[in-house]
């Protein structure tokens, strides 16, 4: 069993940053690929970005290439998430997401656990 838990969300401006953080629970989790994904209100959850077991591998949707990076720290069990330039297209919950495998899934049904969310909020 796997427990996450994000941190970071809030209020910002346009054009600003912010770094989201998800703890893990668990021994599983540097065997685990991760992923964050967003939810805005009235939109499917999308896939923002993802990082295999070794932080090796990393993946962005479109819209956040050049912006975001993804990053984990397997001796603290956190993944990360800096997001700069944000927009306000970028104001959604953001959730992270863990796997049982270690390679990268954009698919969210294939991600077995899921932490409660963060929201973020970019002001224009």
């Known amino acids: 069993q796997v427990q996450l838990v994000e941190s970071g969300g809030g209020l910002v401006q346009a054009g600003g940053s912010l770094r989201l953080s998800c703890a893990a629970s668990?021994?599983?989790?540097?065997?685990?690929?991760m992923g964050w994904f967003r939810q805005a209100p009235g939109k499917e959850r999308e896939i923002v970005a993802g990082?295999?077991?070794?932080?090796?591998?990393?993946y962005y949707a479109d819209s956040m290439k050049g912006r975001f990076t993804i990053s984990r720290d397997n001796a603290r069990n956190t993944v990360y998430l800096q997001m700069n330039s944000l927009v306000p297209e970028d104001t959604a919950v953001y959730y992270c997401?863990?796997?049982?495998?270690?390679?990268?899934?954009?698919?969210?049904?294939?991600?077995?656990?899921w932490g409660q969310g963060t929201q973020v909020t970019v002001s224009s």
């Open positions: 997401a863990a796997r049982r495998r270690g390679g990268i899934s954009t698919e969210s049904d294939e991600y077995a656990y």
């Open positions: 668990g021994r599983t989790f540097s065997t685990s690929a």
């Open positions: 990082i295999n077991w070794s932080g090796g591998s990393t």
